[in-house]
């Protein structure tokens, strides 16, 4: 076998950004060869065997792609997807009500009609949730000669045409709460959903970003026709459908293969160095076309690029970007009977499903706002150990039991499985304590959060608890580099990052200051990984106008895509 290498296009990181621009690409005739530090590709859509027969998720557990063009481009049933469209119905779910310290609290029929409203579902003459979903999520930002405005924002021109008592000229200043405001009434319903998007990436407070924010939590359920649906083995089932179909169209893949240089010759990046450890160690592999970094900006450019090939200013303004939100710490409960809703919560049992009826699907506790500020003080302001006391903790029920027990996910021979558990806490790096706290006090904050869950559930006690498996933000980081710096949410959106300006100007279009360089990790590229398959569709559009790739008659573009002047439109014909 030769020392070296050559392909068309090398992506760095097998993660399911990295591994849906090689399918796309593959399948566009380049070859291409993915790299992957990590005995198995797949990045945060893992799941993990902490003991024999317990299957878990550490990181992505929920589908937010079911509006993405990838499905069809890439014809992802042909390489073994499938969704189990069972389980909880929208309707029974959101109408039960919100979990507050004082019991359950009913929506109000505004609350429900708003929801429905501001995702599409009243469009006339027919709802047009994907065309919304598509229009913010999966659609490359303007070019940079392009003035953004309200009469050119995607959704805000989705909502004039369908919807227009959503659309107003404050729309793009607001937060999700001033939406909220406008059109739902209960403050528990409005809590929770804020919640929920706080944990999904675009905070309920952020000013700026109210639709994302508010389209973050609609994702899981609007587009799934009303269902809270996981694929068939979980998101890393629905990530092997990308891989089996990236290897089928050409593409190789390589793990173990720790990447230690990104190769720049005059201002280009021409290849890669493996690390010298890597299965191939030392070796150079060439890029004819493109070099991809699919992995945390941090890592790609201080550690892979190096700081002598970048500008001051460029460096600068990377150590300079606003990571802004926490990471999830994440439980997962073994037990020997399994947990259940407390008596004052009994109404929530009609919304649990499986044969163990697990709670899952809310948030505790979500009385105000207040309440809410409270969370987002201690670990996005102090940054620290949570100081506010565990009855006060807003933690979120994840929704796992939408497994067929034909799965394997969620069940187990002797005990039971419960869903995954979230809390926000401080980004490792940005904690007060130290970057290891979350390691080091593992023990203490595992009991602050059996306490914090033990306000609304049973089933926690020592003596029912087998095991608890809990992956901090820490431990994300080991298991996966490309979650440094957050979740795998990544960095996300406010008004000063959002879309054409995330995470900086000089990378809002997946294009780097280096020449063949381009971005696809969820730190540095729109709109982040919580939307799969965006960042993988959007940079094609930018590739194509390079000239690095052209698809064939599968493709199509974003409708409210805008070509760069001088550059090769992405639209066909």
Not at 145 to 172: A, C, F, G, S
Not at 409 to 432: A, D, K, M, R, T
Not at 494 to 516: F, M, N, V
């Amino acid at each position: 076998m030769p020392k070296d290498e050559r392909y068309d296009v090398v992506i760095v990181g097998g993660g399911p950004n990295g591994m849906g621009t090689a399918a796309y690409l593959a399948k566009s005739g380049l070859s291409v060869c993915v790299l992957e530090e990590r005995t198995e590709c797949g990045g945060a859509c893992e799941t993990v065997e902490p003991i024999p027969g317990a299957r878990i998720y550490p990181h992505a557990m929920l589908m937010y792609a079911s509006p993405a063009p990838a499905f069809d481009q890439l014809e992802l049933w042909e390489y073994g997807f499938r969704m189990n469209w069972n389980p909880a119905d929208l309707d029974v779910v959101m109408a039960t009500g919100s979990t507050t310290t004082e019991g359950i609290v009913p929506p109000a029929e505004k609350d429900l009609m708003g929801f429905a409203k501001m995702g599409g579902l009243f469009g006339q003459p027919n709802p047009f949730t994907k065309e919304l979903m598509r229009a913010t999520f999966w659609c490359p930002p303007h070019p940079p000669e392009i003035e953004v405005t309200d009469e050119n924002v995607p959704y805000m021109q989705v909502y004039k045409k369908y919807q227009p008592d959503v659309w107003t000229p404050e729309l793009r200043q607001w937060t999700m709460f001033d939406l909220m405001d406008e059109h739902c009434e209960t403050e528990p319903f409005k809590v929770t959903m804020a919640f929920a998007a706080w944990a999904s990436g675009a905070a309920g407070h952020w000013e700026g970003v109210a639709v994302p924010a508010l389209l973050c939590v609609q994702l899981l359920v609007l587009p799934n026709t009303g269902k809270q649906s996981t694929p068939r083995g979980g998101l890393h089932g629905y990530f092997h459908a990308i891989h089996r179909c990236a290897v089928h169209h050409g593409a190789t893949i390589r793990t173990m293969c720790a990447v230690e240089e990104i190769i720049i010759d005059d201002g280009r990046a021409v290849g890669v160095q493996l690390r010298e450890d890597a299965a191939m160690g030392g070796k150079k592999i060439w890029a004819n076309k493109a070099v991809i970094a699919a992995v945390d900006y941090k890592h790609a450019f201080f550690d892979m690029v190096g700081r002598k090939h970048l500008e001051p200013s460029f460096i600068r303004n990377l150590e300079d970007i606003s990571l802004k939100n926490g990471t999830l710490y994440t439980s997962t409960f073994h037990t020997r009977e399994p947990l259940h809703w407390q008596p004052r919560f009994k109404e929530m049992e009609k919304q649990c499903i499986g044969p163990d009826r697990v709670p899952f699907g809310a948030v505790y506790p979500v009385d105000s706002r207040e309440l809410y500020y409270e969370n987002v003080t201690d670990c996005d302001g102090r940054k620290s150990m949570p100081t506010i006391p565990p009855e006060k903790l807003m933690w979120f029920l994840a929704p796992s039991q939408n497994f067929d027990p034909t799965d394997c996910q969620g069940y187990h021979p002797n005990g039971h499985i419960s869903c995954p558990i979230e809390v926000n806490v401080p980004i490792p790096e940005l904690q007060v304590e130290g970057i290891d706290t979350q390691m080091e006090r593992k023990d203490e904050l595992d009991a602050y959060m059996r306490k914090a869950f033990g306000q609304a559930l049973t089933g926690l006690e020592d003596e029912n608890v087998i095991h608890h498996f809990s992956a901090s933000g820490r431990d994300a980081e080991f298991r996966n580099t490309g979650l440094i710096g957050g979740t795998w949410c990544g960095s996300r959106h406010c008004s000063d990052q959002w879309a054409e300006k995330r995470p900086i100007p000089e990378l809002a279009r997946y294009r780097t200051p280096i020449d063949g360089l381009y971005a696809c990790h969820q730190t540095m590229a729109h709109p982040g990984a919580l939307c799969l398959m965006a960042i993988p569709y959007n940079l094609m559009h930018i590739l194509i106008e390079d000239g690095v790739v052209e698809p064939g008659k599968w493709w199509y573009p974003s409708p409210y895509y805008i070509p760069q002047q001088g550059k090769i439109s992405a639209i066909s014909g």
